[in-house]
T-cell receptor, first 113, second 111 residues
Framework: GQSLEQPSEVTAVEGAIVQINCTYQ??????LSWYQQHDGGAPTFLSY????GLEETGRFSSFLSRSDSYGYLLLQELQMKDSASYFC??????????????FGTGTLLAVQP | GAGVSQSPSNKVTEKGKDVELRCDPI?????LYWYRQSLGQGLEFLIY????????KSGLPSDRFSAERTGGSVSTLTIQRTQQEDSAVYLC?????????FGEGSWLTVV
């Protein structure tokens, strides 16, 4: 089957660093993405990893290890506005016939003053 | 258009009625997705279109759900004989490369 697992909630303080982990199990794999969703809003794209290693975009970084079926999103210098849900997603090649994007269950990040 | 547009933004319907939800993707995006999100939950895949064809409709919960896409652009998700468990936000997204862009969603409440 296809599944992505993330912690349900993470709490951190302003200025800190937080890491949100994602482990996945899919029949095919094109890459790991991360999306942010504020309460009541639409999910927005943060990052994408197709190859192993770390991708950095400003305060956010994302890491992928394909051999471990594992990735994480690293948020640095946390700000109150970073309080949101974060979803990992895998583009599942599913034998090549589909490009279904499967989302994890989401991690609710609460940033405290 | 500038972004993915969905309508209606909010819909309250009586149990047993049919509803149609519309999605207008970003111009030129050939891949289109429908997802469902219940309150506080993750995104549940419903169906994926490439052009006008749907190579993967495995996420449609029952035969009451159907979707079509015409002209490689607008898509309509139809829910027949709505049930209370259908209440959720229905999100449409279109893809360019490895990034998908979501609309604001259609909030459906079945009473």
């Amino acid at each position: 089957g296809q599944s992505l697992e993330q912690p349900s909630e993470v709490t951190a303080v302003e200025g800190a660093i937080v890491q949100i982990n994602c482990t996945y199990q899919t029949s095919g794999f094109y890459g790991l993405s991360w999306y942010q969703q504020h309460d009541g809003g639409a999910p927005t794209f943060l990052s994408y990893n197709a190859l192993d290693g770390l991708e950095e975009t400003g305060r956010f970084s994302s890491f992928l290890s394909r051999s471990d079926s594992y990735g994480y999103l690293l948020l640095q210098e946390l700000q109150m506005k970073d309080s949101a849900s974060y979803f990992c997603a895998v583009r599942d090649s599913g034998g090549g016939a589909t490009n279904k994007l499967i989302f994890g269950t989401g991690t609710l990040l609460a940033v405290q003053p | 258009g500038a972004g993915v547009s969905q309508s209606p933004s909010n819909k309250v319907t009586e149990k047993g009625k049919d509803v149609e939800l519309r999605c207008d993707p970003i111009s030129g995006h050939t891949a289109l997705y429908w997802y469902r999100q219940s309150l506080g939950q993750g995104l549940e895949f419903l169906i994926y279109f490439q052009g006008n064809s749907a190579p993967d409709k495995s996420g449609l919960p029952s035969d009451r759900f159907s979707a079509e896409r015409t002209g490689g652009s607008v898509s309509t998700l139809t829910i027949q004989r709505t049930q209370q468990e259908d209440s959720a936000v229905y999100l449409c997204a279109s893809r360019q490369g490895n990034t998908i862009y979501f609309g604001e969603g259609s909030w459906l409440t079945v009473v």
